[in-house]
C-alpha cells in the first residue's frame, strides 16, 4: 500500500512542479500578440497557401496589422468574403476584388507547332521536359501531357490539340497550376477589363521562333507600335504587356501578325482556342 | 573522445533510430516530403533529445533510482519531457524569436514523440547495464540519435522528390509506395551492421 502512496506522490509532485513552473513561464515570459492580427487571421482560409505573397496566413495578417501593406484584397482562396472581413476590421472600406485567372502562355497546338522528337515515355510534363526539353521544337512550348490540368482543385484547365488552356470562369487564381508546370508557362494576370496577354514566352530569335512554331511572338513589334498606352515592350524577342498602363482597346491583338496577342476576361474565354 | 565518438556513429549507423529501432516513424513519413520541413523537424528533435537526456538523467540517478523507484520512469519521463518541450517554447518564443519562428512549428509535434521518450529510457537502460555509461555517454547517445534521425529524414526526403517524377503504378501511389521505399533504405542500413565497432574497435 505504502508503495502506491509513495509513487502518487512523487508522480503528482513532479505534475504539479511541472505545471506550476509553465504557468509562472507564461506569466512571466508572456509575449505581447497582436489582437488586429489575430482577429484577421480569423478571417484568413488558414491553409497558408502563399498566393498573397506572403509566407502564410499569419505573415500576412501580421503585414496588415502593422501596416506592412493595405492591400486587403490579396487572398484569393478566401476571394470577397475574406477581403471584406479583413476591411471591416482594420476599419477601412472594403476594396474591390480584382479578379485574377491563370493563363498558359503558349498557343503552340499540333497545328502550329511541330516536334523535333517522339516521346514514348510517362504521360507526364515534368518527365518529357527532361527529355531534350520537350518534345516540341521550342524549348519553351506547352508539353500538353496535363501536369497543371492534375493539380487544378477546380478542373478549369484542359488540355485543347496539345496545349493546355485555363477557362477563366472557373480559375480560382490558386496558382497551383503555376507550380506544377515544368516550363513556367503560366502567369496570373487581372481578368478585369480585358487585358491583352502575349500567349508565347519564346526568347528565341524571330527567324527561329518561325520556324518553331506558327504562333509564336517573333519581337516584331507592331503591337508596339500600335499601343496608345505604351504598354506593350519588346524584350528578348518576345513583346510583354504592362498590366497596369494597358486599356484593354485590343489594338495589339488586332495587328500581331501571328494571333500571338489575347484579351483575357473573366467571364468569355477572351476567344482563345 | 574515442568511445564518445563510437557511441554517436552508432547512434547514426547502426541503431538508427527510424531505420532500425523503428521509433518516430510518424514525422519521418508525414515530414519528409519536401527537404526544409525534413530538417527543420530533424534539427527540433535534435535539440529536444539533447534537452530530454540532460533532464531526465539526474531526474533518474538522483531520484528515482536511490528511492526505488525505478518502475515510475516512464510515466515520470513522459511527464518532464512535456513541460519541458512547453517550456523550450516558451523561452525560445521570448529570447530566441529566430528560432522559434524555424522551430516553433516542430516543437509541439515532437512533445510526445516516441522517439524522444524512446532515447532517454534507451539510455537509462545503458546506463543500468554498463556503470561507464555516464551522462556524458547518455547525451552524445542522444545528439547521435538525433543527427541519425536527420540523416533518414534527409535521405528519405530525397527518394520522395525522386518518387514525385516517377511513373507509378496507379494503387501503388501514395502511401504504399512510400511505406516499400521506407523498407528499402531501412534494409540498406542493415549493411552498417558492426561498423562502428570495427572502426573504434570496442
Known amino acids: ?273 | 573522445m574515442k568511445p564518445y565518438l563510437a557511441i554517436i556513429m552508432t547512434a547514426i549507423l547502426t541503431e538508427n533510430f527510424v531505420l532500425s529501432k523503428f521509433l518516430g516513424i510518424c514525422p519521418f513519413l508525414g515530414v519528409s516530403k519536401k527537404l526544409n520541413t525534413a530538417l527543420g523537424m530533424s534539427v527540433a528533435v535534435t535539440f529536444v533529445m539533447a534537452m530530454a537526456t540532460a533532464v531526465t538523467y539526474p531526474i533518474n540517478a538522483r531520484l528515482l533510482e536511490p528511492n526505488g523507484l525505478g518502475y515510475l520512469q516512464m510515466i515520470v519521463f513522459i511527464l518532464v519531457i512535456a513541460a519541458l518541450v512547453q517550456l523550450v517554447e516558451t523561452v525560445l518564443k521570448k529570447y530566441v524569436p529566430s528560432l522559434y519562428s524555424a522551430l516553433g512549428i516542430y516543437l509541439p509535434l515532437i512533445t510526445t514523440n516516441c522517439a524522444v521518450l524512446g532515447v532517454v529510457l534507451l539510455n537509462v537502460e545503458k546506463a543500468a547495464a554498463d556503470t561507464a555509461f555516464g551522462f556524458g555517454a547518455s547525451m552524445f547517445n542522444s545528439v547521435g540519435a538525433g543527427l541519425g534521425f536527420m540523416l533518414a529524414m534527409v535521405m528519405f526526403s530525397g527518394v520522395r522528390g525522386k518518387m514525385e517524377s516517377s511513373d507509378i503504378p496507379k494503387f501503388m501511389r501514395g502511401l504504399p509506395i512510400t511505406l516499400v521505399a521506407a523498407a528499402l533504405v531501412s534494409l540498406s542500413f542493415l549493411g552498417f551492421g558492426g561498423i562502428a565497432e570495427n572502426i573504434f574497435g570496442n
Open chain 1, 1 to 273: 500500500m505504502n508503495a502506491i502512496f509513495i509513487a502518487a506522490a512523487v508522480v503528482s509532485a513532479i505534475g504539479l512542479l511541472g505545471g506550476l513552473g509553465l504557468a509562472a513561464a507564461s506569466k512571466v515570459m508572456a509575449v505581447p500578440t497582436d489582437e488586429k492580427a489575430d482577429e484577421i487571421k480569423a478571417c484568413l482560409p488558414g491553409a497558408s497557401c502563399g498566393v498573397c505573397g506572403y509566407s502564410g496566413c499569419d505573415d500576412y495578417a501580421s503585414a496588415l496589422s502593422s501596416g506592412g501593406t493595405d492591400d486587403t484584397t490579396l487572398c484569393s482562396p478566401g476571394g470577397r468574403d475574406a477581403a471584406e472581413a479583413i476591411a471591416g476590421v482594420l476599419g477601412v472600406a472594403p476594396a474591390d476584388i480584382l479578379p485574377k485567372t491563370a493563363v498558359v502562355l503558349c498557343r503552340g497546338n499540333s497545328q502550329n507547332a511541330g516536334d523535333k522528337l517522339r516521346y514514348d515515355g510517362a504521360k507526364s510534363c515534368r518527365m518529357a521536359a527532361d527529355v531534350f526539353g520537350g518534345p516540341k521544337k521550342c524549348v519553351q512550348g506547352c508539353i500538353g501531357f496535363g501536369d497543371c490540368a492534375r493539380a487544378c482543385p477546380n478542373e478549369a484547365i484542359r488540355i485543347c490539340e496539345g496545349v493546355a488552356r485555363i477557362d477563366p470562369a472557373k480559375c480560382g487564381a490558386c496558382r497551383l497550376c503555376v507550380a506544377a508546370c515544368p516550363k513556367n508557362l503560366i502567369s496570373v494576370v487581372p481578368a478585369s477589363g480585358a487585358k491583352a496577354v502575349v500567349l508565347c514566352k519564346s526568347r528565341e530569335k524571330g527567324a527561329v521562333t518561325k520556324k518553331q512554331c506558327g504562333a509564336g511572338c517573333t519581337g516584331c513589334g507592331m503591337c508596339v507600335k500600335a499601343c496608345g498606352a505604351g504598354a506593350v515592350s519588346i524584350g528578348g524577342f518576345c513583346a510583354e504587356v504592362d498590366f497596369e498602363k494597358c486599356t484593354g482597346c485590343g489594338k495589339c491583338a488586332s495587328v500581331c501578325p501571328a494571333g500571338s496577342i489575347f484579351l483575357i476576361n473573366k467571364t468569355s474565354n477572351g476567344g482563345i482556342t
